[in-house]
């Protein structure tokens, strides 16, 4: 006689299951189960993990959901089960009562018994009422209301099939819920109403162990140390084999007919709840938009033809015959693939909602391997030429490989919440939903929850979890005995029994689910029956989210569209739009030419800050040292600036081959045209498919198959035989084939795809474009949007080291961006209000929309700001215009108006009433005047304090005297000495970077701007030693050490002290005074 | 109600205790014993949960049972320790 869990819940059950649903099915599998269910609380988070994971292992997989049902009062939870074979309708049941469960905008989800009546109208889910039912809880003390409230169940789901009672002894002391006495009573009340039972064991872990962890679990979910709250009263709750099941159900029936008759009822519903993944769940079937939500009436194929074919004179308005030739081959070869996989619909899906973004006037691009293909550049997906830019297809999508490919979008990070709601709105909700993710417990979080199970103090437990980053919690013993920050938890340990306690439970939680959120970019796009197919619930956003993650996507046939919010998109999208603005020119940015010469030369200056990707100090460096000329450059230059590469050592060598100091070795000239961009140097994923495609004779397909095998060691073998036999065949040398191979093979993990390179070196051009001819508007956008590593002040730096404007904030013209003005012929920049520390969102608002102001009570009167904000705009000049002291000789100063507010505001704020008050006003007495004005080193400090940047001038100036003294070098002033020359060199430390070397010790980079760029300082480990407490604490600094010429125009410092800046200005003017 | 060591406990093939000698008398189950779990506050006692320990850690094995010697007969609640294998007795008053 068979038996099967039916009620089982996963670790996917927060805060609540234990196990993985991979390891449930396992484990169900070796003990010779045929089926296994999953009922995770709430949701079906892990329902495709239990799915997948049962066809692996070869047994059925049914799925249900444990939720709460309320009918005059609180029914208590009940597990729901899909019935399968009926093409889905269990399923579709089980995700609309799973969502209707969530639209409840209460703290706890739960069904209505008349929702959960209607949905099964029609037969298709079975309702359990266990031990967390009303009639369980009721039963013992009175066993006529557990009655009446069955009653109630079974008139409100009259039909049969759909309701049975479920049958749990979880051997707890006699006398309570979940005891044999208990499990006894349940089975008698089942026959006595003619109510179906089944036996289930209620299963919330593996093995008796997991029960453990089920405790600390317990705890974080109440949010109370253990011992303040009821615990699970045993270890009993776990996935019991059959032969104790047997045993269970003859101890609650008292007899072996009253047993057989248990489990094969059980056994039945079973069978019935079996799923099909294919029929019932729509199991690797891809699922996109219906043609008419993507407005075609014909076959998608066709028009995918069609349109594509029509784009080509769009995107090749010049080519001559023969590169048309090469285009429509190319399209043919790409558009043949896209059919055989049945692809059309989704690549139409992605073109049309990348069209639709480029109609709400967003900046979007492609990103990753999707810039290699043809079609995605002539439906306006991609903006790359995958022809000129030698980017392959077969990289991207190939006939080897049958899921659906991934193609990311990067738009403008502030309107990517915009894009989704129309999505939401074009497609219609029932076809679309975000994705969700799942976070799991690593150390740290794993670490807090165990100290509160234990009762620990909140300081304690901060002081242990603030040391842990970055690793899984498993691998806590282990990392205490490697990591020094660890040194003293680990000792402390060995001697404290709670403290050693605390190790194992937090191991115990390694990577259990911990909470749901949205997921950062992924949209689900699908057909009009996607809400059946997937339980949704509200998300952070206000958007409903699916309660599947990536991970689901590709067995569930879902098409996923990454759309990610790039923040360097919005600044560029804002540059646009401040030069349409004020010089009334309208710039298609994806539509200027990539071959800019003075773009180029900008760039090799290596003041690359504000420009994406290249901007940081190692890419400035290898700017320096490459010197790009044209725009594949890029590419090269930020596919070589990678962990594989850089790793895999290939960057000198193909700086030397550019710079001519080693002649390229190409090894054969059938693969100089492969290798002559990279100067012999294999750096593209698309190289190596073509130099194995040149010498086996293979198509590119088969070529990436063969690559993706490189990164699989057993694998490897076979690559390698196929490999030295086709080139053998094809007549190369051995020599020549040994060489390639070992090429090939330590190629492995190093090399990078170009079209990842490709789609990321447009933005990088397009910025480097804009601060070239528009370097105003573009710093306008970079203070706005911030798209990059460093802080605002440098920014600033830059701006004036362009020779951009930087005008200060001013009430009547600020506003909460930096707005490109007109000023004496020329533009600046206005500092945005927002910057202001502690001004609060209302007081912006407030200030937008009443200006101007005529006066400073006009100001007061109506922008109401507090009198903190009051006191800071004026210290930081914003009043100055309005108080008419900003003329070049006021009979006032700021110290007159700062007295002037002050009175103005210490007026008590209840008596604001605006008649009356602006007639006080007028009696208030004029501008003071005689006060001692601020000295501009005063006025630094203010802007210092209260924005976090030099706004009227740059830092560093006022310590010019002394680093005139002392012979400073100005960072500008570094590339034109020769090498080793020793220099001091000063500024604002702006980044600080401790990568790990080959070696094993730490190098520490330090980056510092003084106004005239940045300098860059290398302290290798004796240097550290003279001054490591400086690095990281202080923001001003000096340092010595002697120039390292690395390039053309690249040069950096290799260090040998520094010191802190102010503390020598101060020793300075002690001795000049 | 005190716990006191018991001896000579004779289990069945299942585990269940049939009989045990206390306070001198010998006692013979006279019902069918009836096992349950009771769980153990293991965060005021542990000093480590390593894999493997969660099951002891958390529960005892227990018996309810009627058992009766020449004299008396009263119901008997008996706690199995593992993993020493020893055996409580706790009387109840009924």
């Known amino acids: ?1073 | 109600m005190q716990a006191e060591k018991l001896s000579g406990v004779a289990v069945d093939f299942d585990g269940a205790p049939v009989a045990f000698d206390w306070r001198g008398g010998h006692y013979l189950a006279a019902s069918r014993p009836v096992r349950w779990y009771s769980r153990r506050l293991w965060w005021q006692e542990a000093s480590g949960a390593p894999r493997g320990s969660g099951a002891m850690l958390v529960e005892t094995e227990m018996w309810r049972l009627w058992a009766a010697s020449e004299g008396s007969r009263s119901l008997f609640e008996l706690r199995h320790q593992m993993p020493e294998d020893t055996w409580e007795i706790y009387p109840i008053d009924s």
């Open chain 1, 1 to 1073: 006689m068979t038996f099967t869990h039916l009620n089982v819940a996963s670790a996917y059950s927060a805060h609540y299951g234990v196990t993985r649903p991979e390891h449930l099915a396992q484990a169900a599998a070796a003990m010779g189960y045929e089926a296994l269910a999953i009922t995770d609380r709430d949701g079906l988070y892990g329902a495709i993990k239990h799915i997948g994971a049962c066809i692996q292992v070869g047994i059925y997989p049914i799925v249900g959901v444990n939720l709460e049902v309320r009918g005059e009062s609180s029914l208590g939870r009940v597990t729901i089960l899909a019935h399968g074979h009926n093409n889905g309708r269990g399923w579709g049941s089980l995700c609309r009562l799973i969502s209707l469960a969530h639209q409840k905008k209460k703290a706890e989800p739960f069904l209505t018994l008349g929702e959960l009546a209607r949905e099964l109208e029609d037969r298709s889910c079975t309702v359990l009422l266990g031990n967390e039912s009303s009639v369980a809880n009721l039963i013992l003390d009175s066993p006529k209301r557990a009655g009446e409230e069955l009653r109630i169940w079974r008139e409100a789901l009259k039909l049969p099939e759909v309701l049975a009672i479920e049958v749990v002894n979880h051997l707890t002391e006699p006398g309570r819920v979940g005891s044999e006495e208990h499990a006894s009573r349940m089975l008698a009340l089942a026959n006595e109403t003619k109510t179906p039972a089944i036996l289930s064991n209620a299963v919330r872990y593996l093995q008796p162990d997991d029960a453990l962890t089920a405790d600390i679990l317990d705890s974080a979910r109440h949010l109370e140390p253990l011992g303040l709250f009821a615990p699970q009263p045993n270890a009993q709750a776990w996935l019991k084999p059959q032969a104790q099941m047997a045993r269970i159900a003859l101890e609650v029936s008292s007899g072996a007919t009253g047993a057989k008759r248990l489990i094969s009822a059980t056994e039945a519903l079973a069978q019935r709840c079996r799923l099909d993944p294919g029929s019932d769940c729509g199991w690797g079937k891809p699922k996109t938009p219906e043609q008419e939500a993507l407005g075609i009436t014909e076959n998608p194929f066709e028009v995918l033809w069609k349109r594509s074919h029509d784009a080509v004179s769009w995107r090749y308005p010049y080519a001559k015959a023969p590169e048309l030739a090469q285009i429509q081959h190319r399209l043919s070869k790409e558009l043949i693939a896209i059919n055989q996989l049945g692809f059309a619909t989704y690549f139409l899906t992605v073109a049309d909602v990348a069209q639709m973004i480029r109609d709400m006037r967003i900046r979007i691009a492609a990103r990753g391997s999707g810039a290699g293909s043809l079609v995605n550049y002539l439906l306006g997906i991609s903006g790359v030429d995958p022809i000129s830019e030698g980017l392959l297809f077969e990289r991207f999508l190939s006939t080897e490989r049958s899921t659906l490919p991934d193609i990311d979008i990067d738009v403008e990070s502030a309107r990517r919440h915009e894009i989704y709601r129309s999505i939401f709105r074009r497609y219609g909700g029932s076809r679309v939903t975000l994705l969700s993710m799942q976070s799991t417990y690593r150390a740290r979080g794993a670490v807090r929850d165990s100290g509160m199970a234990l009762g620990l103090e909140d300081q304690e437990i901060d002081d242990i979890a603030k040391n842990m980053w970055r690793f899984s919690a498993r691998g806590l013993r282990r990392a205490m005995s490697e990591k020094p920050e660890l040194e003293k938890f680990a000792k402390d340990a060995k001697s404290d029994r709670e403290l050693n306690l605390l190790v194992d439970l937090t191991e115990r939680l390694d990577r259990l689910p911990r909470h749901i959120s949205v997921h950062p970019c992924g949209v689900i796009l699908g057909n009009s029956s996607l809400l059946g197919l997937t339980p949704t619930q509200p998300s952070g956003i206000g958007l409903p989210m699916s309660q599947f993650d990536k991970d689901d996507m590709d067995p569930m046939g879902f098409l996923k569209l990454d759309v990610l919010g790039v923040r360097m998109q919005s600044a560029m999208a804002y540059t646009v739009r401040e030069i349409s603005r004020i010089q009334e020119k309208e710039l298609d940015l994806d539509a200027v030419p990539r071959d800019d010469a003075e773009v180029f030369k900008q760039i090799r200056t290596t003041n690359t800050l504000g420009i994406f990707q290249i901007e940081s100090p190692g890419q400035r460096e290898l700017t320096g040292k490459h010197q790009p000329t044209r725009f594949n450059d890029l590419t090269l230059q930020i596919s070589l600036f990678r962990p594989g590469p850089m790793k895999g050592n290939m960057i000198k060598p193909y700086l030397d081959g550019r710079h001519e100091l080693i002649k390229p070795d190409y090894l054969h000239p059938d693969l100089r045209p492969i290798l002559e961009e990279s100067y012999g140097v294999v750096v593209f994923h698309e190289q190596l498919m073509r130099i194995m495609q040149k010498l086996t004779g293979c198509t590119l397909a088969r070529a990436d198959e063969m690559r993706r095998m490189l990164g699989k060691e057993s694998k490897v073998k076979a690559v390698e035989d196929y490999f030295r036999r086709s080139a053998a065949a094809r007549g190369y040398q051995q020599q020549l084939i040994e060489k390639v191979w070992s090429i090939i093979e330590g190629f492995g993990s190093f090399g990078f795809c170009k079209a990842h390179g490709a789609a990321f070196a447009l933005p990088t051009y397009q910025s480097a474009w804009l601060k070239t001819h528009f370097p105003t508007e573009f710093i306008a956008g970079l203070l706005t949007h911030d798209p990059g590593m460093y802080p605002r002040r440098l920014i600033l730096a830059e701006a004036r080291r362009l020779g951009v404007k930087i005008l200060p904030i001013d009430v009547n013209k600020s506003s909460n961006e930096y707005l490109v003005e007109k000023c004496d012929d020329d533009t600046a920049v206005r500092m945005s209000l927002t910057e202001i520390a502690g001004i609060s969102t209302p007081e912006v608002e407030r200030i937008i929309c009443e200006q101007p102001f005529k006066d400073i009570p006009d100001f007061f009167l109506r922008a109401r700001p507090s009198r903190r904000t009051l006191e800071r705009l004026a210290l930081l000049g914003a009043l100055d215009d309005l108080a008419g002291i900003a003329s070049l000789e006021p009979e006032h100063n700021r110290s007159d108006l700062l007295v002037y507010i002050r009175q103005l505001s210490a007026k008590p704020a209840a008596k604001l009433d605006k008649n009356q008050l602006s007639f006080e006003l007028g009696s208030l007495q004029e501008l003071p005047s005689g006060h001692q004005d601020q000295s501009e080193q005063e006025k630094l400090n203010h802007e210092l304090r209260l924005t976090g940047m030099d706004i009227s001038r740059h830092q560093i100036d006022s310590f010019q005297q002394m680093l005139d003294d002392l012979g400073v070098v100005r960072a500008a002033e570094l590339v034109g000495l020769r090498s080793n020359t020793e220099v001091l060199v000063a500024g604002v430390r702006v980044a600080t970077q401790t990568p790990p070397m080959r070696s094993g010790k730490r190098v520490v980079f330090i980056s510092l701007d003084d106004g005239s760029g940045c300098a860059d300082a290398t302290f290798f480990d004796e240097a550290q030693r003279r001054c490591s407490h400086l690095l990281f604490q202080n923001r001003l600094l000096l340092i010595s050490g002697k120039t390292r010429r690395t390039g053309v125009r690249g040069v950096s410092i290799l260090a040998e002290n520094a010191w802190d800046l102010r503390q020598l200005w101060q020793e300075w003017e002690a001795k000049a005074s």
